[in-house]
């Protein structure tokens, strides 16, 4: 029975074990505080599927040999320029929606395959170029958001007539059209049903390429790359492959957050987006080497939970605001946890 007990200890991991009990406190406290349970419940399902995407594009990165990609923004960028054309098309619903993944995507294999080529001339040093890369292009976007010929009044500056804003509403344009989907209330408690099937659905299309002929090469170049050379398998190439499929995703995942949140934020918003994502695929149990969907679902829904829960909690425990200061402190302290780690399992 104890062996059982050790057993099942390690396979969760201490690290895991310990986040998963601290989240239990933090939600019988909030019971016993009185707090309206079903909506926290709420909270905790959208913020995880939300960001899912996001983890999700950590996959292939990982798989591939490249490590996390932190250079995520590059990603993002394109997923916003996806959604501002896509605005300035005037689309609406489930059509705005869907046009800016369709302008997205094509840009996001673009600049995935540019920037897998840079990677390929940096090989050992990727994290530390990809913070670089995507520092960047996030930077460099922002005189794009200035000059951008696009004058649609719901994304320019109302004085002067040109340039966008900082933060666009998605009222009226494609707002929440993945969460209202097939939506329903259960025990007082809201489910967003169509944003978590399509972070399901992104999951099962990534999981389905990595069992394809081309996901094993690319997993084994990743693995062993002497090996891999060894059996023919171009390595250059399947890493430009999961650095591509990482940067879709990325573009994906920032539409489908845009959507759920109701705003696209713009300028130096994407410059720290990377570092949750990282964080969160690393508290599932992932390392800088290997990657299962498994921890994308438990490091996303650990790293949100704790951060939806904890900020009220602790407003009531402590009188005044200190939701945005309990935000920065938990927030980080599990970056850094994340990012301090060489294993999953330790």
């Known amino acids: 029975?104890?062996?059982?007990?050790?057993?099942?200890?390690?396979?969760?991991?201490?690290?895991?074990?310990?986040?998963?009990?601290?989240?239990?406190?933090?939600?019988?406290?909030?019971?016993?505080?009185?707090?309206?349970?079903?909506?926290?419940?709420?909270?905790?399902?959208?913020?995880?599927?939300?960001?899912?995407?996001?983890?999700?594009?950590?996959?292939?990165?990982?798989?591939?040999?490249?490590?996390?990609?932190?250079?995520?923004?590059?990603?993002?960028?394109?997923?916003?320029?996806?959604?501002?054309?896509?605005?300035?098309?005037?689309?609406?619903?489930?059509?705005?929606?869907?046009?800016?993944?369709?302008?997205?995507?094509?840009?996001?294999?673009?600049?995935?395959?540019?920037?897998?080529?840079?990677?390929?001339?940096?090989?050992?040093?990727?994290?530390?170029?990809?913070?670089?890369?995507?520092?960047?292009?996030?930077?460099?976007?922002?005189?794009?958001?200035?000059?951008?010929?696009?004058?649609?009044?719901?994304?320019?500056?109302?004085?002067?007539?040109?340039?966008?804003?900082?933060?666009?509403?998605?009222?009226?344009?494609?707002?929440?059209?993945?969460?209202?989907?097939?939506?329903?209330?259960?025990?007082?408690?809201?489910v967003p049903t169509g944003l978590i099937l399509f972070w399901i659905i992104c999951s099962l299309l990534v999981k389905m390429f990595a069992r394809s002929k081309t996901g094993l090469a690319m997993q084994a170049a990743g693995s062993n790359p002497g090996f891999a050379r060894s059996s023919g398998i171009n390595v250059n190439q399947t890493r430009i492959i999961g650095n591509t499929i990482s940067t879709v995703l990325g573009a994906i995942g920032i539409l489908v957050y845009a959507q759920s949140y109701g705003f696209l934020q713009l300028y130096t918003a994407p410059l720290f987006m990377a570092f949750p994502a990282v964080a969160a695929i690393l508290i599932g149990g992932a390392s800088i080497n290997k990657a299962t969907i498994t921890h994308v679902f438990i490091g996303t829904f650990l790293f949100q939970s704790l951060l939806v829960v904890a900020m009220p909690v602790t407003n009531l425990i402590i009188q005044g605001n200190m939701a945005e200061i309990a935000r920065i402190i938990i927030g980080n302290g599990m970056i850094l946890y994340a990012l301090t780690r060489s294993v999953g399992s330790e």
């Open 1 to 190: 029975m104890r062996s059982n007990a050790i057993s099942l200890i390690n396979n969760i991991g201490y690290p895991r074990l310990i986040i998963a009990s601290f989240l239990l406190l933090l939600l019988i406290m909030a019971f016993v505080l009185e707090m309206d349970m079903p909506d926290l419940f709420s909270s905790v399902l959208i913020r995880t599927a939300m960001n899912g995407i996001l983890v999700l594009a950590m996959v292939p990165s990982i798989k591939a040999g490249l490590g996390p990609n932190f250079a995520l923004p590059i990603g993002i960028v394109c997923g916003l320029v996806g959604a501002v054309v896509s605005i300035e098309m005037g689309y609406q619903g489930f059509a705005g929606f869907f046009s800016a993944l369709a302008i997205a995507i094509p840009l996001a294999i673009l600049a995935g395959i540019i920037y897998g080529y840079l990677l390929n001339k940096v090989k050992g040093q990727e994290m530390t170029v990809g913070t670089y890369a995507g520092f960047s292009i996030a930077s460099g976007m922002c005189i794009f958001w200035l000059l951008a010929p696009l004058y649609s009044p719901k994304m320019i500056w109302p004085y002067g007539g040109a340039g966008l804003r900082v933060t666009i509403t998605l009222d009226g344009i494609f707002d929440k059209v993945l969460n209202n989907f097939l939506s329903f209330e259960i025990f007082g408690m809201w």
